[in-house]
């Protein structure tokens, strides 16, 4: 049986130190230890992204990424995404323009548009699709999403 | 069932040298812990039967694309994102920029690795075609050295590979071309996007009049593990491409690939799909 070690981290801004187990998927560390349960779990095998965080600015599966890997590095949740009040533009596209339906793909879709933006603040149709495609909506949401992003954009 | 996460240690080494010396200590006890794409599926799955993982993502030793006039070496935790970035990959290595731009969505491309697309051994992996097309070298580090082999003949049976416990893959190295050659790869999945493939075909071709005197081709999810079709090759290496030709390479390929009925296609359906891409890239290679 292996024993819990102190893993200390950043989550949206703040230094964080846990006792966890080097294997505990971070997904679970977020919602279970630190209950920032805006990241959802939905396959639990990185095929839709309903985990998505940023890793040191990368975004990524939480569900696939032991928390031993993220010691010493900076996450960023969903809840990490708004100025206090003020909300990102992609959270207010998302409101104005019916992005969010169920609500479970919507934290990683904002997660996945605000990573795009900022990778490239004029993207194009094809990009903007291609940063989204590793998220699933089940709600046969997809346009309002993209629309979404589009409007997001245009801020 | 979820797996039972206590049982499972992932230790982070130092230093190269830290790592190597864990797995040189205890062969067989230790296993590299890279990206965590495939592992982290298995773990969740309650799959994953090994249970000591050498976290090996935090070590810069193992990161980084070098060129030097005659290489383009890659670290093995060069990530599809990496690949993607590289202008070099992107202008001389095409395909193994389209593989990268073809695995998952970007979450995964900023995590997966090459290397461990080559050690987690899929058959039905995207980058090794590529990487076999391309003629890629792999070079295997152990505490007592290192040690630089030929990619094509590494995966020996399914999921078996021609290397010692107490190895790691560190880089992979791939020849820049000194004469161009065309570039054909080829993904077939259910969608376009986000999908595991069915056949995955990458071949490099270079013409004489209407001859091809360089041909390497590669597929994936047609075998026990990704080939090289050496075969098929030498049934089209130096002969004109014409009808005759063709119908002898595709009799050829449909012999020395053996696909299978499985989750996510049926042998049938490879087989010919697996000739017709010869055809088109044989097609595509004479215009």
């Given amino acids: ?155 | 069932m979820r797996a039972y996460i206590p049982s499972y240690q992932l230790t982070t080494p130092a230093s190269l040298a830290d790592a190597l010396a864990l797995l040189g200590d205890e062969p067989g006890v230790w296993k590299p812990f890279a990206g965590g794409t495939d592992l982290m599926v298995l773990l969740e799955a309650g799959k994953l039967p090994h249970r000591n993982y050498v976290n090996i993502w935090p070590l810069r030793e193992l990161r980084g694309i070098d060129m030097s006039d005659t290489h383009v070496t890659l670290g093995a935790l060069t990530t599809y994102t990496d690949v993607q970035a590289n202008d070099v990959l992107q202008s001389e290595f095409p395909m193994l920029c389209q593989a990268a731009s073809e695995t998952g969505g970007l979450a995964i491309q900023n995590r997966g690795t090459l290397g461990g697309n080559i050690i987690n051994a899929s058959p039905a992996a995207d980058s090794p075609p590529a990487l076999l097309a391309y003629d890629a070298e792999i070079e295997l580090v152990s505490r007592d050295g290192s040690r630089w082999i030929p990619y094509d003949g590494f995966h020996t049976g399914y999921k078996q590979m021609n290397m010692r416990a107490d190895e790691l893959l560190a880089r992979i190295r791939l020849p820049r071309q000194t004469v161009p050659l065309k570039p054909y790869y080829r993904k077939v999945g259910t969608r376009k996007a986000q999908a595991i493939s069915k056949v995955c075909f990458a071949a490099v071709a270079g013409r004489e009049g209407d001859r091809l005197t360089t041909v390497r081709i590669a597929l994936g999810s047609v075998a026990p593990i990704v080939l090289r079709c050496k075969q098929t090759e030498d049934a089209i290496r130096g002969q004109e491409l014409n009808d005759e030709t063709m119908t002898r390479a595709r009799e050829t390929l449909m012999r020395e690939i053996s696909p299978i009925d499985d989750v996510r296609s049926t042998a049938d359906y490879r087989l010919r799909v697996a000739a017709n891409l010869l055809v088109d890239f044989l097609v595509t290679s004479r215009s």
Wanted: proline share 3%.
């Fill in chain 1, 1 to 155: 049986m292996v024993k819990k070690t102190a893993i200390e981290f950043q989550v949206n801004g703040e230094s964080r130190t846990l006792e966890v187990f080097p294997m505990a998927r971070l997904l679970d560390v977020l919602r279970e230890d630190l209950h920032l349960t805006g990241t959802k779990e939905g396959c639990g095998e990185g095929e839709c992204g309903a985990c998505t965080v940023k890793f040191n600015g990368e975004i990524v599966n939480s569900c696939l990424v032991p928390v031993a890997q993220v010691a010493g590095a900076s996450i960023t949740t969903i809840e990490g995404v708004a100025q206090g009040d003020q909300l990102h533009a992609v959270q207010q596209a998302f409101i104005e323009h019916g992005g969010a339906q169920c609500g479970i793909c919507t934290p990683g879709m904002i997660l996945a548009a605000v990573d795009l933006l900022e990778r490239n603040p004029a993207p194009t149709e094809a990009d903007i699709r291609n940063g989204l495609a590793g998220n699933l909506c089940r709600c046969t949401g997809y346009m309002k999403i993209f629309e979404s992003v589009v409007r997001a954009c245009q801020k």
